[in-house]
């Protein structure tokens, strides 16, 4: 059985920066596309960045040079470092995982307030 748990949300300053961890089971995340989506209230799902086998990233321009996606593949875990945050990264983020299907974790609260 597949499980994404991810944690490191909070709340941060405008500025600031967080780490979001998602740690995977019951699949090796070498042998998938892994990423990252924001649901915002209000606005549609929105995939911000993922990695694809062979390690090759991608983002959504309105987080390319703020965000970074990387593994720990010993760790079995995908990480995503967000800096120079905004107000408008709010949002509840989820790790995702595309084998076939997708599967995804509960979401972890990134709220960016002063």
């Known amino acids: 059985q597949v499980q994404l748990v991810e944690s490191g949300g909070g709340l941060v300053q405008p500025g600031g920066s967080l780490r979001l961890s998602c740690a995977a089971s019951?699949?090796?995340?070498?042998?998938?596309?892994m990423g990252w989506y924001r649901q915002a209230p209000g606005k549609q799902r929105e995939s911000v960045a993922h990695?694809?086998?062979?390690?090759?990233?991608h983002y959504v321009d309105s987080v390319k040079g703020r965000f970074t996606i990387s593994t720990d593949n010993a760790k079995n875990t995908v990480y995503l470092q967000m800096n120079s945050l905004k107000p408008e990264d709010t949002a509840v983020y989820h790790c995702?995982?595309?084998?076939?299907?997708?599967?995804w974790g509960q979401g972890t609260q990134v709220t960016v307030s002063s």
């Open positions: 995702y995982a595309i084998m076939g299907t997708v599967y």
């Open positions: 019951g699949t090796s995340i070498t042998s998938n596309t």
């Open positions: 990695i694809v086998r062979g390690g090759n990233t």
